[in-house]
């Protein structure tokens, strides 16, 4: 299903233009200073024809692939036909801390779905957050090579305002928080729980497997975590939606230890 997902996003992110918004040193120091992300929605770039496209194909593969259920996926159909599409998109993008991860599809589904269905956004948030995809990482590629991004000093992100869902650790051991919607990346201190702060050492429970291949921060005050992939032993560099994937197993071990 990743796979095939990860297809599409190929396909549509080959015509994806690149944006342009205002960047230099003085609107970062401003962004920093008010924590405001940089990108608006309606700086955006969308073909609207790309995305209905994709918002269709995405929801085909989920719902092929048990992650959709077909009240959903009609629903989803019927929105991505509707002439105000762009307007949940913007809603979608505006609530941007309600991020859903791309790679945590079929996981978090499955208890949505069981008892009494609750009328909740949840399946299309999922799919608007694939189907946006293209057009988010297209943006953090620009943003990722500017030097200024080295001045955010916040734990969401400088593009969208999203929080990370993803980490690497660098060979010069600092660890880059990777954003769960558009992918940027950013340095943040090592110890200190993204989602609450928290930087008591003794309170983040933070261990490796045994390849020493990935990490995982765990916080002992929010009981969020934080999976990274160690590129000091690596031959790869990190593949965010493919090493959510692999570390899938961490999640599980995660969250039998009472984080989520
Ligand atoms: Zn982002
Ligand atoms: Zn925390």
Redesign the pocket.
């Known amino acids: 299903m990743h796979i095939e997902l990860l297809e599409l996003h190929r396909r549509v992110l080959g015509r994806v233009p690149l944006p342009w918004f205002e960047l230099n040193a003085d609107v970062f120091e401003k962004h920093n200073a008010s924590g405001e992300a940089l990108l608006r929605f309606q700086d955006i770039k969308i073909e609207t024809s790309d995305l209905r496209l994709l918002m269709r194909q995405i929801a085909d593969v989920l719902r092929r692939h048990g992650a959709l259920e077909d009240a959903d996926y009609q629903r989803i159909q019927t929105i991505g036909r509707d002439m105000n599409l762009l307007e949940f998109a913007g809603r979608w993008y505006r609530s941007g801390a309600r991020h859903h991860s791309v790679a945590a599809i079929g996981i978090a589904h499955h208890h949505v779905s069981a008892g009494t269905h609750e009328p909740t956004d949840e399946a299309l948030d999922q799919v608007l957050a694939l189907a946006m995809r293209p057009w ?1 990482t297209r943006c ?1 590629e620009v943003v990722q090579q500017r030097a200024e991004l080295g001045l955010w000093a916040h734990a969401h ?1 400088a ?2 305002g ?1 929080e990370p869902d993803f980490a690497v650790i660098t060979p010069a051991a600092e660890r880059h928080l990777i ?1 769960g ?2 992918a ?1 990346r950013w340095k943040f201190e090592s110890l200190t729980c993204p989602y609450c702060r928290n930087n008591d050492r003794s309170r983040i429970t933070s261990f490796a497997t045994p390849d020493g291949q990935y990490r995982v921060y765990a916080c002992d005050e929010c009981h969020r975590y934080l999976k990274a992939y160690d590129a000091r032993r690596a031959t790869r560099p990190v593949m965010p939606v493919v090493d959510s994937v692999a570390t899938l197993p961490l999640d599980a071990y995660a969250m039998q230890r009472g984080y989520s």
Request: overall charge positive; some cysteine; hydrophobic content about 40%.
């Open positions: 988010l953090a992100c593009l969208c999203s954003c919607r558009c940027l």
